[in-house]
């Protein structure tokens, strides 16, 4: 089991930018897939963005893809989220999560993740 500790978060204007932080603890990390997910008032949690365990194949929400980027450092155990142009719609509590296998098909699925952090709060105002 992976342990996942999110950060980063807090409240920016439109158009402003934040780059949220994922620690982990466990053996398995720098071998799994992760993903960022996100959850808005009312909303059921949706897929963000998502990463290979080696970094080299990154996956997007049309809806974020152009302005986040998503990246790790294996070394340190962090997955991170760099987040521009954000929008009032980007609010949100934000979580990472470990992927139960690799998969390039069903890399959006919350199914596909097994260890969730306890999530950051995004809120992006007009």
């Known amino acids: 089991q992976v342990q996942l500790v999110e950060s980063g978060g807090g409240l920016v204007q439109a158009g402003g930018s934040l780059r949220l932080s994922c620690a982990a603890s466990g053996r398995t990390f720098s071998s799994s897939s992760m993903g960022w997910f996100r959850q808005a008032p009312g909303k059921e949690r949706e897929f963000v963005a998502a990463i290979s365990w080696s970094g080299d194949r990154t996956y997007y929400a049309d809806s974020v893809k152009g302005r986040f980027t998503i990246s790790r450092d294996n070394d340190k155990n962090m997955v991170f989220l760099q987040m521009n142009i954000l929008k009032p719609q980007d609010t949100a509590v934000y979580y990472c999560?470990?992927?139960?296998?690799?998969?390039?098909?069903?890399?959006?699925?919350?199914?596909?993740?097994?260890?969730w952090g306890q999530g950051t709060r995004v809120t992006v105002s007009s």
């Open positions: 999560a470990v992927a139960k296998y690799y998969s390039e098909t069903y890399y959006y699925l919350l199914s596909m993740y097994r260890d």
